[in-house]
């Protein structure tokens, strides 16, 4: 299909995979796209921008955001992403309209053949084909507004700014700033029965507002605006004043207090500059309110993508609702859309309307797709994905291609940097669900292809190896999807997040082991502080007791870790030590103790704070303290070994202190070293030379089963648990 992106200020259309439909989302046909004068033109004047003119304009943050980057990743993986950053492309495109294709296996609302008005910035897209999450697309009933339809996005941005108004019968209304938002919002404010008043310094967009039913419409460059604002309103003011105009300066703010009554409003819909003087607002005592896009839930991944609505009891108007009564608006013909479509463009003339933007006469322009063409949507490989059917992984005497799955921060910053510098293998190949980002990533690695489907690469030929960094809830489906393939797999962790998942992986590892290559990122293992602790505890004579410390940091309950689907820290952070301990003791757990503590604030999830002791088989105690309660500053990890009459203290990977050992021991590094680089060299090796793979599938599903468990204890409050050896 085709697809509109955005690179250093020039419009181009590329050819680029279907997208996938998502489980709690649709697929949908485009028929029409609206370009907005506003927020796109605005976006491609940015772009055109040198990345040095950008860099300037916002100096302080972007300095401190380069000193942060090389402090973590070192000089050579900012340098990348710097460079990355001013070729990337990026997709356009925020409001359509066209008919559902496929429906997701957790969505009632919609059936394939629906006509739709979608919403999103880079869900939205000036595409063929888009995926939109449930809570992101409504119904248009009536096909014949469809094109009319194509503007649900800006209006229920309007939309969202008059409930924030909380306009009332009879008020007094102005309106600053009459391009596309502020005709609907004008539109808007009538139907609640408002006096209008629109202002604005274009000529033609003022009279529009006019004509679309403002009462009273002035120009903004007049010297006489105060007065005649006050003489509209006898002197007393406007009740509210609401700025859909996009200014860098706190001018357009700081007339709106003058304008605006005593015990007025102000909503800011507008990309305005917040700086304003504060004796107007106090002496007047204005309510100044601002406006979040299309409503409540917007940001709101809990809402946008996993489809959660909230009650209508407590939250009327969601972005959703408002997108309905907007649609609904349009079909009713109480709001004229018409007049705000300046022409309509075929997609192969995208240039020609992007072009129009540039001249500022445009309000909005609307880019209709080809109904006659074909689309067949992705659907699920039965080959590949037969329970009963294992392609075998033969060695690679040659280059392995290997292809990226997933292309997140942590891919960026610390899978491809270090990938790109293994020997013997070649990146074929970055899998991301984005298709501009997948882009950006090949562009930045030089690599030669990017997809968005990954069905398509696990049957790819010249790809022999999959680097799998998607978010947690999906390792444990995909590993398996690729190695039944016959792909040999290296997985960031953790490798399962539910128990269902780790019993799917324990069957396929114990009835195909000989014939996969299977590693999950456990880099602890591999640090080169803890081989050389590993190498002393070789030749201990007694068990070894180990307490280790994660200072990890408060992280928001509502990001992405605390997810329904990625499970909590515990599973996608701790499993590390617990593969460590593991490791060092070359044993496997037998009962653990979890303990938490009694957090009286809710920010905190259970997974959070805990301490979890392992009993270990050959007699060992390992401990880990986990807390996101402390200062970061302290330094995140610390683990303290004792064995036979020695200690050992590793300090964040960067000290290295024995006490009883040879005094040559000890080690200072000017960089952290968690064994990413030494993993997964020696993973590759492996599937070249036959030997041993890094990691045993035993130990992988030891620490697995340890985190499962110290999840659901710690979720319970703390308590014990007896394993059972069923690891492999």
């Known amino acids: 299909m085709q697809q509109i992106f955005l ?29 907005s004068s506003g927020t796109e033109g605005a976006t491609l004047a940015n772009s055109a921008q040198p990345l040095l003119s950008r860099f300037v304009s916002n100096i302080a943050d972007n300095t401190q955001k380069v000193v942060d980057t090389i402090k973590e990743h070192g000089v050579g993986v900012t340098l990348s992403l710097i460079k990355n950053k001013s070729g990337m492309v990026m997709p356009l ?21 629906d006509y739709v008005a979608c919403a999103g910035a880079g869900i939205a897209n000036h595409a063929e084909v888009v995926a939109v999450p449930q809570n992101l697309a ?48 004008v539109q808007l404010a009538k139907r609640a029965g408002c006096y209008v008043i629109g202002v604005d310094i274009q000529e033609s967009r003022i009279k529009m507002a006019q004509q679309l039913g403002a009462d009273c419409v002035l120009n903004a460059s007049s010297s006489t605006i105060e007065h005649e604002i006050a003489i509209a309103t006898g002197h007393i003011g406007v009740d509210v004043t609401i700025i859909t105009a996009a200014s860098s300066q706190g001018a357009l703010l700081q007339q709106a207090m003058e304008i605006t009554r005593r015990k007025g409003k102000v909503v800011l819909v507008g990309d305005v500059a917040i700086d304003f003087d504060r004796d107007p607002f106090y002496s007047k005592e204005i309510d100044f309110l601002i406006s979040c896009s299309y ?48 022409q309509t463009y075929a997609l192969k003339d995208v240039e020609q309307a992007y072009a129009s933007l540039a001249t500022g006469g445009a309000l909005g322009l609307v880019l209709e797709y080809d109904d006659k063409k074909e689309f067949i949507a992705p659907a699920v490989n039965n080959a590949v994905c037969d329970m009963h059917d294992v392609v075998p992984f033969h060695s690679v005497a040659s280059c392995i291609g290997v292809a990226c799955v997933g292309a ?15 020997p013997g293998i070649t990146l074929t190949n970055i899998v991301d669900t984005d298709p501009a980002n997948a882009r950006n990533v090949a562009r930045q690695y030089g690599v030669a292809c990017a997809d968005n489907d990954f069905q398509r690469i696990v049957r790819d030929e010249k790809t022999q190896a999959l680097v799998i960094a998607t978010p947690h809830g999906l390792h444990a489906e995909q590993a398996i999807m690729a190695m039944r393939a016959g ?25 195909h082991k000989d014939q996969v290559k299977y590693c999950v990122d456990f880099n602890r293992s591999f640090a080169p502080y803890f081989s050389a602790i590993g190498a002393v505890l070789e030749h201990r004579t007694n068990p ?28 996608g952070e701790a499993c590390h030590i617990f593969e460590l301990f593991c490791s060092l003791t070359r044993s496997y757990p037998v009962t653990v103790s979890v303990y938490t503590p009694l957090v009286r604030h809710k920010d905190y999830a259970p997974s959070d704070n805990f301490t979890a002791t392992f009993y270990m088989a050959d007699g060992s105690v390992c401990s880990l303290l986990y807390t996101a309660l402390g200062d970061v500053k302290m330094g995140k990890e610390r683990a303290e070994v004792f064995f036979d009459g020695k200690s050992i203290i590793m300090d964040d990977f960067i000290r290295l202190s024995g006490f009883g050992v040879a005094p040559s021991f000890d080690q200072v590094a000017r960089k952290a070293d968690r064994g990413h680089a030494c993993l997964i060299e020696h993973f590759f090796a492996s599937l070249r030379d036959e030997k041993a793979l890094p990691i045993a599938y035993e130990r992988i599903l030891m620490a697995t089963k340890m985190s499962l468990v110290v999840d659901v204890l710690a979720s319970s409050g703390g308590g014990i648990q007896t394993f059972e050896r069923d690891f492999l």
């Open 7 to 35: 690179q250093k200020g020039k419009v181009l259309v590329q050819q680029v995979s279907l997208p996938v439909c998502p489980d709690k989302g649709i697929l949908v046909r485009v028929y029409y796209s609206f370009v």
């Open 93 to 113: 495109g925020y409001s359509c309209s066209g008919q559902v294709m496929q429906v997701g296996s957790q969505v009632k609302g919609f059936r394939v053949g």
């Open 138 to 185: 409504v119904r248009v009933t009536d096909p014949e507004k469809l094109k009319q339809a194509s503007i649900t996005t800006i209006g229920a941005i309007a939309l969202q700014g008059i409930r924030r108004a909380g306009l009332q019968l009879g008020e007094k209304v102005c309106v600053v700033g009459l391009g596309l938002l502020g005709q609907l919002t």
């Open 295 to 342: 409503g409540p839930g917007r940001y709101d991944d809990a809402y946008e993508k996993d489809g959660q609505d909230y009650p209508y009891a407590y939250v009327r108007w969601t972005e959703n609702r408002n997108m309905e009564l907007f649609v609904q608006l349009v079909q009713q013909g109480d709001l004229l859309i018409d007049p705000l479509i300046t």
């Open 408 to 422: 997140g921060g942590f891919a960026k910053v610390k899978l491809l940097p270090l990938l790109a510098h293994t």
């Open 487 to 511: 792909k040999a797999v290296f997985i960031e962790k953790p490798a399962a997040v539910t128990n269902e998942q780790y019993q799917q992986l324990l069957t396929f590892l114990r009835g």
């Open 544 to 571: 070894v007791m180990i307490n280790y410390r994660m200072n990890a940091g408060y992280i928001p309950q509502n990001h992405w870790i605390h997810g329904q689907a990625n499970r909590g820290r515990i599973i």
